[in-house]
């Protein structure tokens, strides 16, 4: 069948355009379409706790051993707090050399709009980010829209019916034709992101307008130019160098969800297409449902980029530069801050300002300089944690032998292409790729014998 979803992603580029012309004529009319994009990305949050339960817990009853998925928990945790020091390190280097932020005042408006931040920011504690990974009830952690209280639930249920052995195979199949149903949905949604995106971008062109960025337009290129180095030769490296995939051929198959990114400045309405992607391309289920999930909370590299540059940038502004060990400190504190920055609403911007607020508080009214081009910069954060986190995904199966390189050539070459109808595979279309499954074991499929634990 001809991929009419070619057409789809044509009417979002075309649609971003109209937003953008909008919000530049009509900037009154543009903010009142806010609820459009609003209200798409909300379609997309709807399903993302069952895509992550349905995934994970139908690769942890694809494994025989619960170890295996310990590993790979294990090895994401440590790659996500490698990769965030040498974002955290990268921000600083450039924040040094272009030395962004002199010249500019700080109006009272500027304060006032900080303060609300700083207060957004502070509701947020790492205590409170850990507590709230549990969820109220069972059944809550796939209603309430949480990520990692989805990936808790599906933990337990998966290493749950693994231990029940046969007699868990029939549930695991239900869930299986769950998955199905969820991922059809999905794709229905997807056909609403033409007016989502045109809601989206007309809101943010209509409040921001132009006059914010001329100003501040260094440390915005600067943080683009950062973000892109950042992926193409970091990234570019460690995936070439570990995996052998080249990375502007993964970040080409990826490029719908890129601008499904971009139109709506929200990562979280491509998690389920990621992961749906990754699986596609060679990477078992229970490396795709364990890495991206936690991939959105703790491996956000865009942002750990962002919290320095932006940091350095204020401190510059407000006349309060930081020496040598201050930035030291920054950055082991930013290290900490960045992984709660998924669980704050506004996340780059509240998170920035709640950090200032407990480590150097004379900086927090400097937030309100950044503020009007924050929207613009959320896109830069968005897409690189992306980036990042499909990148990671390739380099998890690579590591624990889960990661099918043939196949993945076969994808990235167009041979084996995406189906857009259902974002799911069947035993990987028939062409022979286990999906990184061991000793030919496709994990897509419920194991044959499970163990009892």
């Known amino acids: ?80 707090i490698a990769m ?11 924040g040094n050399v272009i030395d962004p932020g002199s010249g500019l005042q700080l109006t009272d408006a500027a304060r006032e709009r900080a303060e609300a931040e700083a207060a957004k920011g502070a509701e947020a504690s790492m205590v409170d980010f850990l507590l709230g990974i549990i969820p109220k009830t069972l059944v809550s952690a796939l209603t309430e829209g949480s990520v990692l209280q989805a990936l808790l639930v599906a933990l337990l249920t998966g290493f749950a019916l693994q231990a029940m052995g046969r007699k868990g195979e029939p549930i695991l199949r239900a869930i299986e034709h769950f998955q199905r149903l969820v991922f059809r949905i999905l794709a229905m949604i997807m056909w609403a992101a033409p007016v989502g995106a045109f809601g989206a971008i007309a809101a943010v062109v209509g409040d921001t307008g132009i006059e914010a960025l001329k100003s501040l337009a260094i440390i915005m290129i600067a943080f683009y130019v950062t973000c892109v180095l950042f992926v193409g030769v970091v990234l570019g490296a460690i995936l070439w160098l570990v995996a052998r995939v080249n990375l502007w051929s993964l970040l080409r198959y990826l490029g719908r969800e890129f601008l499904l990114i971009l139109s709506t400045s929200s990562s979280e309405t491509a998690l389920p297409r990621l992961i749906a992607k990754m699986e596609h391309l060679g990477v078992s289920k229970t490396v795709a449902g364990i890495t991206v999930p936690t991939g959105y909370s703790f491996n956000l590299d865009g942002t750990a980029i962002y919290l320095t540059m932006a940091t350095l940038f204020i401190a510059t502004a407000t006349g309060s530069p930081l020496g040598f060990g201050e930035q030291v400190t920054l950055l082991l504190f930013m290290m900490v801050a960045s992984k709660g920055a998924a669980g704050v609403t506004g996340a780059g911007l509240a998170t920035l300002a709640g950090g200032l607020q407990a480590h150097r508080p004379e900086l927090v009214d400097g937030v309100g300089l950044i503020v009007g081009i924050d929207r613009f910069m959320s896109e830069a954060r968005a897409l690189t944690n992306f980036a990042g986190n499909a990148v990671a995904t390739v380099l998890i199966g690579t590591w624990t032998g889960q990661f099918d390189r043939e196949r993945a050539g076969r994808v ?28 030919g074991e496709d994990p897509r499929e419920p194991a ?4 009892p634990a």
């Open 1 to 80: 069948m001809r991929d009419r979803t070619r057409y789809l992603y044509l009417a979002v580029v075309v649609a971003v355009l109209l937003g953008i012309l909008v919000g530049f004529v009509a900037p009154d009319v543009a903010v009142q379409l806010k609820p459009i994009g609003t209200g798409f990305v909300s379609l997309i949050q709807m399903v993302i706790g069952p895509v992550i339960f349905c995934t994970i817990v139908l690769g942890i009853g694809s494994v025989r051993q619960a170890a295996q998925v310990g590993k790979v928990g294990g090895l994401a945790l440590g790659y996500f």
């Open 84 to 94: 965030s020091t040498v974002a955290l390190i990268i921000g600083l280097v450039v």
């Open 412 to 439: 990235l070459t167009g041979q084996a292409p995406f189906d857009e109808a259902t974002l799911l595979d069947d035993g990987h279309d028939g062409d022979g790729g286990g999906g990184g499954g061991r000793d």
């Open 448 to 451: 044959k014998e499970l163990s």
